[in-house]
């Protein structure tokens, strides 16, 4: 695996058809036989694989039964959700609607070419992206200063995003001065880019004073590293220790980069990017008291997701109401916990609720009446993107077995289905079980790779360590995960 971050050199490496597309499979590109496919991959078998995700889907939205009864993964503080989905951002950039159902039209490109190095934060830097950034007056030469908003009139300082009527529509503050427009996607994620802007503007404004004489390019480029840095040991130190199951973690620490197992090509594989990186959905908690201000329908998950520029332009800037108490979100023993990592959702990503937000209009699947949600959209866009099938990976020669062996789904060299039946029949009487029938036995024989990931960590515990069901990844699961958010310099 080249490091991230730098340019790759692919020679050896078997291209696909479209390199340009910034995509590749986990271990090289895939034959049609090591593909997921579920009833299959032509119009027919797409339209069956959508219909099953439905009702897929509904089974996330319900209660998982934890053996203990507690859904709160003790483990992972409730702010560690939206820290991931930055990493996500800051690792794969794709936008795209589902693929077209009858020719199955390929992945968006990634235009990520570098991973862990902030461009979700900086963009291409103040020369390309001058809009995202500021001088100031007080310090001299500056021009790298990024942008931070707020409420005129509030006595504290700045702490929202900068944010702007829209020129052509003169809607109140419908836009986001920001590199990456999807760090604007709910408020938790919002005002944690504007932590990183705080930090970058403290670094880089000491760096300014203390180099005067030095090109404002130049010190920008070292006030990035900097924090690029910090930000790293974050990710490695923190983040993923908290997230990866804890020998494969240790793998990584103690042998860095030559425990990456993956090839030699910088291009994003589809395993991450359209189906392991999905988990972070999965710990959504269904409230959040971000402070002691907010009450009621105000601390709803939904809330907190349209408390955004493109959802609500005029209620923005935010107000002091809305200003997160990080405390709440990221103190080990007191915060807010996010949830276990299984087969369950909260229920406003998995209903119509939302639906403005992920519409589905464009799937011609689509009944009324039906829900499906982030988990349909998830699932369907991960089947349909020629992801490797989960037997192909836990077969393929560059898995080791000692990763076999630690995840409860594969400890026979096989895949062992019977936790992902167990919990596809949970519920359901005789007749819905003769009706869905077809579904599980499909889902059980070629299991979508996310609902394997979920299920893998639903029934991964490890006493030594006293981690018990979901509050961790599976090794699988947790190998995809690090082989792509490992930064090359985690110190």
Same mark, same amino acid.
């Given at each position: 695996m080249t490091s991230h971050g730098t340019a790759s050199s692919l020679g050896h490496v078997a291209m696909s058809a479209d390199t340009s597309s910034g995509y590749r499979n986990l271990f090289g590109d895939t034959s049609r036989g090591e593909q997921y496919r579920g009833f299959g991959d032509? &119009?027919?078998?797409?339209?069956? %694989?959508?219909?099953?995700? /439905?009702?897929?889907?509904? /089974?996330?939205?319900?209660?998982?039964?934890?053996?203990?009864?507690?859904?709160? %993964?003790?483990?992972?503080? +409730?702010?560690?959700?939206?820290?991931?989905?930055?990493?996500?951002?800051?690792?794969?950039?794709?936008?795209?609607?589902?693929?077209?159902?009858? %020719?199955?039209?390929? @992945?968006?490109? %990634?235009?990520? !070419?570098?991973?862990?190095?902030? #461009?979700?934060?900086?963009?291409?830097? @103040?020369?390309? #992206?001058?809009?995202?950034?500021r001088p100031c007056e007080a310090v001299p030469k500056s021009k790298g200063f990024l942008r931070i908003g707020g409420r005129e009139g509030y006595a504290g300082p700045p702490r929202d995003l900068p944010r702007s009527p829209c020129p052509f529509t003169g809607m109140a503050y419908s836009d986001v001065l920001i590199a990456d427009a999807r760090n604007d996607d709910n408020l938790i994620i919002a005002q944690l880019t504007v932590l990183f802007h705080l930090l970058h503007n403290i670094v880089y404004g000491e760096l300014r004073k203390k180099k005067p004489n030095d090109s404002d390019a130049q010190v920008f480029v070292l006030a990035r590293k900097i924090v690029a840095r910090v930000y790293r040991a974050i990710v490695f130190k923190d983040l993923l220790k908290k997230l990866l199951h804890p020998d494969i973690y240790e793998k990584y620490v103690n042998e860095g980069e030559k425990a990456l197992l993956d090839i030699d090509d910088a291009r994003m594989p589809l395993e991450f990017s359209h189906a392991a990186a999905r988990f972070g959905h999965f710990m959504v908690r269904n409230q959040y008291n971000i402070n002691d201000k907010l009450q009621g329908e105000k601390t709803?998950?939904?809330?907190?997701?349209?408390? *955004? !520029?493109?959802?609500?332009?005029?209620?923005?800037?935010?107000? @002091?109401? $809305?200003?997160?108490? $990080?405390?709440?979100?990221? #103190?080990e023993g007191n915060s807010l916990k996010s949830r276990r990592l299984g087969p369950e959702m909260a229920l406003p990503l998995v209903t119509n609720d939302l639906e403005a937000d992920f519409g589905e209009f464009d799937d011609p699947t689509r009944q009324q009446g039906d829900i499906g949600? =982030?988990?349909?959209?998830?699932?369907?866009?991960?089947? &349909?993107?020629? =992801?490797?099938?989960?037997?192909?990976?836990?077969?393929?020669?560059? =898995? @080791?077995?000692?990763?076999?062996?630690?995840?409860?789904?594969?400890?026979?060299?096989?895949?062992?289905? *019977?936790?992902?039946? /167990?919990?596809?029949?949970?519920? =359901? !009487?005789?007749?819905?079980?003769?009706?869905?029938?077809?579904?599980m036995s499909c889902l059980a024989d070629d299991i979508p790779l996310l609902l394997f990931i979920l299920i893998?960590? +639903? &029934?991964?515990?490890?006493?030594?360590?006293?981690i018990k069901n979901g509050e961790c990844l599976g090794a699988i699961g947790s190998v995809i995960i690090a082989e792509e958010a490992h930064p090359a310099v985690p110190g």
């Amino acid at each position: 695996m080249t490091s991230h971050g730098t340019a790759s050199s692919l020679g050896h490496v078997a291209m696909s058809a479209d390199t340009s597309s910034g995509y590749r499979n986990l271990f090289g590109d895939t034959s049609r036989g090591e593909q997921y496919r579920g009833f299959g991959d032509d &119009e027919a078998g797409r339209c069956a %694989n959508r219909r099953m995700f /439905r009702w897929l889907a509904t /089974r996330f939205g319900l209660p998982y039964k934890w053996p203990d009864g507690n859904p709160d %993964n003790r483990r992972i503080p +409730a702010g560690y959700t939206y820290l991931a989905q930055l990493v996500i951002h800051d690792t794969v950039q794709t936008l795209g609607d589902l693929s077209d159902l009858r %020719n199955g039209t390929p @992945p968006p490109r %990634n235009a990520r !070419s570098g991973r862990l190095v902030l #461009d979700t934060i900086y963009g291409k830097g @103040p020369g390309a #992206d001058p809009l995202f950034y500021r001088p100031c007056e007080a310090v001299p030469k500056s021009k790298g200063f990024l942008r931070i908003g707020g409420r005129e009139g509030y006595a504290g300082p700045p702490r929202d995003l900068p944010r702007s009527p829209c020129p052509f529509t003169g809607m109140a503050y419908s836009d986001v001065l920001i590199a990456d427009a999807r760090n604007d996607d709910n408020l938790i994620i919002a005002q944690l880019t504007v932590l990183f802007h705080l930090l970058h503007n403290i670094v880089y404004g000491e760096l300014r004073k203390k180099k005067p004489n030095d090109s404002d390019a130049q010190v920008f480029v070292l006030a990035r590293k900097i924090v690029a840095r910090v930000y790293r040991a974050i990710v490695f130190k923190d983040l993923l220790k908290k997230l990866l199951h804890p020998d494969i973690y240790e793998k990584y620490v103690n042998e860095g980069e030559k425990a990456l197992l993956d090839i030699d090509d910088a291009r994003m594989p589809l395993e991450f990017s359209h189906a392991a990186a999905r988990f972070g959905h999965f710990m959504v908690r269904n409230q959040y008291n971000i402070n002691d201000k907010l009450q009621g329908e105000k601390t709803s998950v939904e809330a907190i997701l349209r408390q *955004t !520029s493109a959802s609500r332009p005029f209620d923005m800037p935010v107000t @002091p109401e $809305w200003l997160i108490d $990080w405390r709440t979100l990221f #103190d080990e023993g007191n915060s807010l916990k996010s949830r276990r990592l299984g087969p369950e959702m909260a229920l406003p990503l998995v209903t119509n609720d939302l639906e403005a937000d992920f519409g589905e209009f464009d799937d011609p699947t689509r009944q009324q009446g039906d829900i499906g949600g =982030l988990a349909y959209r998830d699932l369907v866009r991960g089947a &349909e993107s020629k =992801l490797r099938s989960v037997d192909s990976i836990v077969q393929h020669e560059h =898995l @080791p077995d000692y990763v076999r062996q630690l995840s409860p789904l594969t400890r026979n060299g096989g895949i062992d289905s *019977t936790a992902v039946v /167990r919990w596809l029949e949970a519920g =359901l !009487s005789d007749k819905e079980k003769d009706l869905y029938k077809a579904d599980m036995s499909c889902l059980a024989d070629d299991i979508p790779l996310l609902l394997f990931i979920l299920i893998e960590a +639903a &029934e991964t515990r490890n006493s030594e360590q006293d981690i018990k069901n979901g509050e961790c990844l599976g090794a699988i699961g947790s190998v995809i995960i690090a082989e792509e958010a490992h930064p090359a310099v985690p110190g």
